[in-house]
């Protein structure tokens, strides 16, 4: 089964419990949390399904996580004796640093790109571990892999990501792109007239909405559509397109050939 896995785990102890980050081979895991592309499914492995784990593992074509080559890969490894180095691996604070030079923290990019970051920090985990609050965890684990995913979704779509840098939202070139881009389906769509379902978030809005939409007209990063619930023009910003499916020829566009 060929597939794509995003990856993340907590751990069983801070590194000021095993003498500084040099010894994050001695963390130890709780949880690790997989989506899996081929199965789309929310997955957690404890310990003792780890054997489990190592075959979803060896079977996919890509892992993806944020600081797994670092981190995850290296907490991880004393459960295998393989070497999980071996793995076709997308980390993406290291495709971050190749464009930027420097490191960002997966919340800096997730606000900046998402408009949500993520639900808590690593020492939430670690209360939910030591209180053997398993329900927690493992929601926390999940919720970092959907952030995690969603942010490798969005730089596929895109051909970016975004950071903020001193108040000023940045753009963040990356690698790992589709060969058809949000952009390209957009400017389409309005050179051929069609009518789009476009997955958008608004400014100030918590949730993600569904507009069936013509475009109008492109300036930039700015895109005047014409929304089918409401018969108005309204001006949306491309950087918050999420997703675009095409429904067909767009009424508006038709009644301009007359």
Wanted: glycine residues 6%; proline residues 1%.
């Amino acid at each position: 089964m060929a597939d794509k896995i995003v990856l993340d785990l907590e751990t069983k102890k801070s590194f000021d419990e095993v003498g500084g980050q040099q010894n994050a081979h001695l963390l130890e895991i709780s949880v690790v949390g997989v989506y899996s592309y081929e199965r789309d499914r929310y997955r957690a492995f404890r310990e003792s399904e780890f054997a489990e784990l190592e075959e979803w593992l060896k079977k996919a074509d890509l892992i993806i996580g944020f600081n797994s080559k670092s981190f995850d890969f290296t907490v991880l490894q004393p459960y295998f004796r393989w070497k999980l180095d071996k793995l076709p691996h997308l980390d993406i604070l290291e495709e971050i640093v190749h464009a930027l030079g420097h490191r960002l923290k997966l919340e800096s990019v997730a606000m900046s790109t998402l408009g949500e970051g993520k639900s808590g920090s690593g020492l939430d985990a670690l209360w939910y571990y030591k209180n053997q609050d398993w329900d927690k965890l493992i929601k926390y684990c999940l919720d970092d892999v959907r952030v995690t995913r969603e942010v490798y979704e969005y730089g596929q779509r895109h051909g970016n990501l975004w950071f903020d840098n001193r108040g000023q939202k940045q753009s963040i070139p990356i690698r790992w792109q589709q060969d058809r881009l949000i952009a390209d389906v957009l400017l389409e769509a309005m050179k051929f007239g069609h009518k789009l379902e476009i997955d958008y978030l608004g400014r100030g809005s918590e949730k993600r909405q569904q507009f069936e939409v013509d475009i109008q007209d492109i300036k930039g990063n700015k895109l005047s559509v014409l929304r089918h619930d409401t018969h108005e023009l309204k001006e949306f910003d491309m950087a918050r397109v999420f997703k675009v499916e095409v429904l067909g020829q767009a009424k508006s566009f038709q009644d301009r050939l007359f």
